[in-house]
């Protein structure tokens, strides 16, 4: 009897080592891992989409390797594996030289093969941040600054270009439009960040790739596909969560979920969000007196605007908005080398209060009645086809044609002003690229072409909140409607020098055309009826990488950018901020910027990561606001109000240089510390004297440390910003001086902290608080004040 359960026992041991099944999980999330490459002595395996595996024939003194591209590499015994129960806990690795980025050259490359200064944001980094919308990920990211003029929006910063200066692309489709203007642009906010899969950040020029607008970088914004089933079995997954913020009064709720087979696949999203009226810090520096304080309001009794005293000066009434956002995926795989894509989204806001100018005194009184934007529409439209198979001219394609249509509308009444002004503006866009690739021996030649097509219609009108009599209006672009149309070519080479060295270089060739039609003369009697433009441009890049090891980099680049004038450069009727007024200008040209860079990266033990990048660029023709002239007069009258004469002007030139650094570094298993630090200098070279150029940052940037064990995950963070002094402010341009102190914008830091805790694979709670010191602070050429202390609250489920 002795010796069969002796037998058994053995038998048992024996098939538990010959045969036996491993699971291996995410340690944050607990969600399994699909394509873990697991190497045993003789044979590799990989995980299912649960994580699972099954191992046959496993020696017991054999050593397992398991290794992911985006995980960190564990080996494990069999012993250890036993006493784990068979299951395996892998961490995500933070951003090395071998991330996989795809934004600089539109296809698949590790990161230390890519010449340019790159910064990655993957999914479970963007929902750790538990942010709100898009602009505060931005702005948490530790390299880019985003001004805010109201709490529905966010304009990021990037080396001092902002607005169309900086290219937005969403799923390989460009965001940039004809009326993206010099000032301060809010269209982020319509993408939705609880759907991205990542942010990938291109700094420096990026129009090789990407053609006008990325003088500044490229922010280039993927989200979520659906995987495949691996077998016949219909795989269903979805995602939720409820998030509460308190300094806005804020919630928001978010549900999507995906089916698949084998070959075709969906995904669907949904989310909502409802923001109060923004509550600022309470604990000001007494030097600073009541900056930024709320102290009244206008509200309407029977028709009368009235002032009336706000109880509580730290909220800032006349902030708060909705939104909603949409999403629909179908992935088709034809075959294993063709993949085709439909991808619909779709986002809409309630009205959103423009609160700066809600704050704007006249003569000692409130300047508006009301002022909001109408709801921002926007609707995009797109068809991917991806090739995957080696042929003459090609081995991979990708193209995208899409579709989008914006709306957006300004609405604004003086104080006690019958009258209520309403101007909307209307685009159609149609684009289309084409991407290949092609591999000559060690060359590999990426090429392609871009089409796109801009039409605007804009309207206006006067409308009496008392009779809703509608009288015609001055509109904001040309009344006769406006269109604008661009075509190019690009072509990149790419060879390893050796072991050591790789040289890239690129060109790229753009046509653009434009034309306005003025037939309106009613208000403004302007010299010319139409106003056609014809432009086009060059640019390119040459770039050399140096690895005198495995994990470390140096890389030196020159590159050019340019934008070509739009329609709210050229044919923008007239717009007041700030006792300006800007009127058309139709003989502007390309502005161009022409960048050196040198970076230098190191990864120590495959963990600690530090990066340091220099740059100098020289902008040509810069597009600036300048003061004018309208029919021989530098002032003019204004809706009643005597305004100076501005306009977009190309500027004789300007330069800029600065520095960007960052670190990564664990300290052991489970605590790491971070860093960044950004500084930019930038200068207008005139004939007499040397003027700052607008949107310049000052100095800022992020440090903190995180703690994660298994499903624990903390992180302790310090967000800062120096002094803008007042004679870095650029008099003309965009740098919203008005809404700064007589000696600039104050430097500030604040104190956040977050943890988040994952119960199980299903279920997951996060906890944050920003700005614990409850300090009072305005981001540099913001119009409305930071939150104040801010506490967070996000459930989230996964099944």
């Not at 044979?43 to 398991?66: A, H, P, R």
């Not at 892998?90 to 934004?103: A, P, Q, Y």
């Not at 080696?390 to 193209?399: E, G, P």
Request: proline residues 3%; glycine residues 6%; charged residues 20%.
């Amino acid at each position: 009897m002795k010796k069969t359960l002796f037998f058994l026992t053995l038998l048992f041991w024996i098939n538990l080592i010959l045969s036996q099944e491993i699971k291996v999980y995410d340690s944050e999330t607990l969600e399994g891992i699909i394509d873990v490459r697991i190497k045993t002595k003789n044979q590799i395996y990989s995980t299912d989409k649960k994580g699972k595996v099954t191992i046959n024939k496993l020696d017991k003194n054999e050593i397992l390797i398991f290794s992911h591209p985006e995980y960190e590499q564990i080996k494990l015994s069999i012993d250890t594996l036993i006493i784990n129960h068979y299951k395996v806990y892998l961490r995500e690795k933070i951003l090395g030289l071998d991330e996989v980025i795809i934004s600089a050259g539109k296809f698949e490359e590790k990161a230390k093969d890519l010449v340019q200064s790159i910064q990655l944001l993957k999914k479970k980094e963007l929902e750790n941040m538990n942010q709100s919308s898009t602009a505060d990920v931005l702005s948490h990211s530790g390299k880019i600054m985003v001004q805010k003029s109201q709490l529905g929006g966010g304009s990021p910063i990037i080396r001092g270009f902002e607005t169309n200066k900086v290219l937005i692309v969403v799923d390989g489709v460009r965001m940039n439009n004809a009326i993206y203007r010099s000032g301060h642009v809010q269209n982020v906010i319509t993408l939705d960040n609880s759907i991205m899969e990542k942010i990938e950040i291109v700094y420096g020029p990026g129009s090789t790739i990407y053609g006008s607008d990325a003088l500044g970088g490229v922010m280039h914004f993927y989200t979520k596909k659906p995987a495949f089933a691996k077998s016949d079995t219909l795989l269903v997954k979805s995602g939720t969560y409820l998030r509460y913020m308190s300094a806005a009064n804020a919630y928001s709720g978010h549900l999507d979920f995906s089916l698949a087979k084998k070959k075709l696949a969906s995904f669907t999203s949904f989310s909502y969000s409802n923001f109060g009226d923004l509550r600022q810090g309470a604990n000001r520096n007494n030097e600073y007196g009541n900056f930024g304080a709320r102290t009244w309001y206008v509200k309407n009794f029977n028709g009368k605007d009235s002032v009336v005293q706000n109880h509580d000066s730290n909220v800032q009434l006349g902030s708060g908005y909705s939104q909603y956002d949409l999403l629909q995926k179908i992935l088709y795989k034809q075959s294993e080398k063709v993949l085709h894509q439909f991808n619909i989204q779709y986002s809409n806001s309630s009205n959103i209060p423009r609160y700066d100018r809600l704050t704007q005194m006249l003569n000692g009184l409130p300047k508006y009645g009301e002022w909001y934007y109408g709801p921002q529409k926007r609707f995009l439209f797109a068809y991917n086809l991806e090739l995957n198979r080696i042929t003459k001219i090609y081995d991979k394609v990708k193209s995208v044609f899409s579709y989008q249509q914006i709306e957006e509308s300004r609405i604004d009444r003086k104080f006690n002003n019958p009258l209520k002004n309403n101007r909307i503006e209307k685009l159609d866009i149609f684009s289309f690229n084409l991407d290949l690739l092609k591999k000559i021996d060690k060359n590999e030649l990426k090429y392609g072409f871009e089409f796109w097509y801009n039409k605007v219609n804009s309207s206006a009108y006067s409308q009496n909140i008392f009779s809703g009599e509608k009288t015609p209006l001055d509109t904001r672009y040309a009344s006769g409607g406006s269109l604008m149309y661009s075509a190019s070519v690009y072509l990149t080479h790419q060879i390893p020098l050796g072991e050591k060295f790789i040289l890239s270089e690129g060109l790229r060739f753009t046509y653009v055309g434009l034309m306005a039609k003025f037939t309106d003369t009613t208000f403004f009697k302007f010299p010319f009826k139409e106003a056609i433009q014809k432009n086009s441009a060059f640019s390119g890049n040459i770039g050399l990488i140096y690895s005198p090891t495995k994990n470390s980099r140096l890389n030196l680049l020159f590159s050019s950018g340019y934008r070509v004038p739009n329609i709210d450069d050229l044919s923008k009727v007239f717009e007041s901020t700030a006792g300006n007024i800007y009127v058309p200008n139709t003989n502007l040209k390309p502005e161009y910027v022409y960048n050196s860079e040198l970076g230098f990266s190191q990864t120590i033990g495959k963990k600690i990561l530090f990066s340091t990048t220099v740059y100098y660029t020289w902008y040509i023709n810069a597009l600036t606001v300048s003061d004018y002239q309208y029919n021989n007069q530098d002032s003019i009258f204004y809706e009643g109000v005597l305004s100076k004469v501005v306009a977009t002007t190309n500027a004789k030139r300007a330069y800029l240089y600065g520095v960007e650094c960052s670190l990564s570094a664990p300290l052991n298993n489970i605590i790491s510390i971070y860093g960044t630090y950004n500084y930019t200098y930038a200068r207008i070279v005139t004939d007499s004297v040397e003027l700052p150029l607008d949107h310049i940052p000052p100095a800022f940037g992020k440090v903190g440390f995180q703690l994660t064990k298994k499903s624990l995950k903390a992180d302790f963070f310090v967000q800062y910003s120096f002094w803008k002094r007042i004679a870095d402010y650029n008099p003309n341009g965009e740098d919203n001086q008005a809404y700064a102190l007589p000696e600039g914008m104050p430097a500030w830091f604040t104190l956040n902290a977050r943890v988040s805790y994952q119960f199980n694979k299903f279920l997951g709670l996060q906890v944050a608080c920003e700005n614990i010191l409850d300090r009072n602070y305005r981001v540099f050429a913001s119009n409305i004040s930071a939150p104040g202390r801010n506490f967070i609250v996000t459930l989230r489920g996964n099944f």
